[in-house]
């Protein structure tokens, strides 16, 4: 038996902040060898965080990289064991994101990533450069502070695999497995065992189940092999949620799974495999032998082993049985741990949310209460990172921390009904009660004094004072009504997101949250700088069918009975356009690339049983026309969670993340130093001055 222990990873890092993130890094390489790996693999990009976007292009972020992977190669964190870092760096003017495979205080190669995610959400050619010399490694001068602080002047770039003397290893990027030819297969034909995949896959509803588990299992079920994956978990500064999920895979079954959903932030999965079984799957495979060593990879000899001497007690890892979550639960836990990662990073001292007691408000509040049961519960378990940002977060003193969700809800969150005269009594008492499930510090407030206030002003400037639908007033006139009750509702919520905290005798400010839903975004249902603006939006790329079906969920297994009863209102425009048309139209519109007239013929198909062709154009003509009337409110939606393919996210110019460490402890230090060595130069340089009797004025 060949035994060998790996170890794989799920990191919560923050673009930008090296401090944090080499701590993380540095957390998970010591646990790892704590448990008697001999392999160590981390997501990608780990150094600065996977969302950095337009931060990549700075020079700056490239000179920390290295920074920080030479405080790693300086100490013994890779004494006896493989350590696989993500970072970026440049090679002839190049970005390039890759692997850098450490071991003994060396660098032993550097894996370029050779196919680059360039999605929806995903633009990886706007920063790098895909390898594209699948034939050769070449050889990369290491930059001088580098070099002389390992002794070492160069390492092999490019596409190959490392030889041990008992195995080979080599890495697959990312996208890479989702591929048409995906490099495993060559890898595996050309005598490599184990595949390490650094990872920055983002979460969506349904996405690990349906695409991620069929990939890994696939990547060894044929030809054999050890997969280790590793992925960064949590918000790191923008509108994704990386939701974890490493794995170890032998032979197409999984083996060792980490969490998908969790407030951790270090996770290592460790497993034990047997190598043999590796050989002894490949060596009968037919296929295998017959196309064994056809396509030439380049490879790196490294003169150590890695395989443990054969232990008759020793435990190999056995397939496991995965519990998928169900679609609703997602919507439950993703957005929850989004949340949770932005409040204690931005240093606010809650959220606040008005709250309608209508499906899209409701599932906002659901989502944080369900964020305030994880606090609790991971506090349970012992997380005392997660404890201390709970205790600062809820302003606990004398050894306190929170215990109770519900209690720790009505600390860190305020709920508001801002009714009016014509408000439904339904509606403010489902808003109070689902406050009451929650624990929410809950309030009341009517708004016409104030609708009075504006419309006065309105008339006196002009003489005409207007009136609702139901009073006898145009469809201009209501909707302009409308519009101002929104627009005094944001006002409103920003104004007790301001002052609420001092009112209370504590610190900070609340966190403003948005309940748009990806109907309003796609059809204009929603009242720009009204209560679609916010500063964070949970639900903002899900839409209404899925969320009723989160909300009766929710009344089951949150504890928030009052769900069950809530229903969405219904108005003019949502009779022409109905939620579960929306979700149909969204889908096909960004998944499938559909336009107008190929939507249109795909839905005459889809729903040729219930409408007509002519039905169908109006319907898919209507939305064109809805869609691109607002297309110009995406310039402002409030910043949401990205939990759905379809999202309609606008995000075009400066792309950089929303949500920063505001203390750039890292680079200040550097700025630091940099000024130390400065005013060290001048000192010394006047005290040569001052002992040669030449004195300054």
């Not at 998944?591 to 219930?610: A, D, E, H, I, Y």
Request: charged content about 25%; some cysteine; hydrophobic content about 35%.
């Amino acid at each position: 038996m060949r035994l060998l222990k790996v170890a794989t990873c799920n990191l919560n890092q923050w673009a930008m902040d090296f401090d944090g993130n080499l701590k993380n890094i540095k957390e998970s390489i010591a646990q790892a060898k704590e448990a008697g790996a001999v392999i160590r693999l981390g997501p990608e990009l780990e150094i600065t965080g996977y969302g950095c976007e337009d931060h990549f292009l700075e020079l700056d972020t490239v000179t920390h990289s290295w920074e920080c992977l030479k405080e790693i190669l300086v100490g013994d964190w890779s004494d006896g064991i493989l350590c696989s870092i993500g970072m970026l760096l440049l090679n002839k003017s190049e970005l390039y994101n890759c692997q850098i495979f450490c071991m003994n205080r060396k660098i032993l190669m550097i894996r370029p990533k050779m196919r680059l995610a360039n999605g929806d959400s995903s633009i990886e050619f706007r920063y790098f450069r895909p390898w594209d010399q699948n034939d050769q490694l070449v050889d990369f001068q290491l930059p001088l502070e580098i070099s002389e602080a390992i002794s070492q002047k160069s390492a092999p770039f490019g596409y190959g695999f490392i030889q041990f003397l008992d195995t080979a290893v080599a890495a697959e990027v990312c996208k890479e497995l989702f591929t048409p030819l995906t490099p495993h297969d060559d890898l595996a034909l050309n005598g490599v065992e184990i595949l390490l995949n650094a990872s920055g896959s983002i979460h969506q509803v349904g996405k690990s189940l349906d695409f991620r588990l069929p990939a890994l299992t696939g990547s060894t079920r044929s030809l054999g092999g050890v997969y280790m994956y590793s992925n960064q978990r949590g918000c790191d500064g923008g509108r994704q949620y990386y939701d974890g999920w490493s794995c170890v895979v032998v032979n197409g079954e999984v083996v060792a799974l980490g969490s998908q959903f969790s407030l951790k932030d270090v996770e290592v999965v460790v497993a034990q495999v047997d190598l043999d079984a590796v050989a002894a799957k490949r060596g009968s495979s037919g296929l295998f032998r017959e196309q064994l060593g056809k396509t030439r990879i380049p490879s790196v000899a490294a003169s150590c082993a890695l395989c443990q001497p054969f232990n008759p007690k020793a435990c190999i890892s056995t397939p496991i049985k995965i519990k998928p979550y169900v679609h609703e639960e997602e919507i439950a836990l993703g957005p929850a741990c989004w949340l949770w990662d932005y409040l204690r990073r931005s240093e606010a001292s809650g959220f606040l949310l008005p709250l309608s007691g209508e499906v899209a408000s409701s599932s906002v509040a659901a989502i944080v209460g369900s964020m305030c049961q994880l606090v609790v519960k991971e506090i349970a378990n012992g997380n005392e990172q997660v404890k201390a940002d709970a205790i600062k977060i809820g302003c606990y003193s004398d050894g306190k921390f929170p215990t109770d969700s519900k209690e720790f809800a009505k600390r860190i969150f305020c709920t508001v009904y801002m009714g009016c005269d014509n408000s439904s009594q339904d509606t403010k008492k489902r808003a109070k009660d689902l406050a009451d499930n929650i624990g929410s510090w809950h309030l009341e407030v009517l708004i016409d004094s104030l609708v009075s206030a504006l419309l006065s002003v309105f008339q006196a400037l002009t003489g005409k004072r207007p009136r609702n639908k139901v009073d006898g007033g145009s469809e201009v006139e209501n909707r302009g009504l409308q519009n101002i009750q929104d627009r005094i509702r944001m006002v409103l919520a920003y104004m007790l997101a301001a002052l609420l905290p001092w009112v209370q005798s504590k610190t900070g400010f609340l966190l403003v949250l948005s309940s748009s839903t990806v109907d309003g975004a796609l059809t204009g249902q929603l009242t720009k700088y009204g209560c679609s603006s916010g500063d964070l939006n949970p639900i903002g790329s899900i839409n209404k069918q899925d969320l009723k079906s989160f909300l009766h969920w929710a009344a089951n297994n949150l504890g928030y009975s009052s769900l069950a009863e809530t229903e969405a209102p219904i108005d003019d425009k949502e009779k022409e356009i109905t939620s579960e048309e929306i979700s149909v139209y969204a889908k096909s519109r960004r998944n499938s690339r559909c336009g107008p007239v190929s939507m249109f013929k795909t839905l005459c198909q889809k729903w040729s049983s219930t409408l007509s062709p002519s039905e169908v154009a109006d319907k898919v003509k209507n939305l064109f026309k809805c869609y691109s009337i607002n297309r110009h409110k995406m310039s402002v939606l409030t910043p949401f969670c990205h939990a759905e393919s379809y999202s309609p996210d606008d995000n075009r110019c400066d792309l950089r993340q929303i949500l920063y460490n505001t203390r750039w402890s890292y680079q200040f230090r550097k700025i630091d130093e940099i000024v130390e060595e400065i005013e060290a130069d001048v000192t010394e340089s006047n005290l040569k001055t001052t002992a040669n009797g030449s004195y300054k004025t």
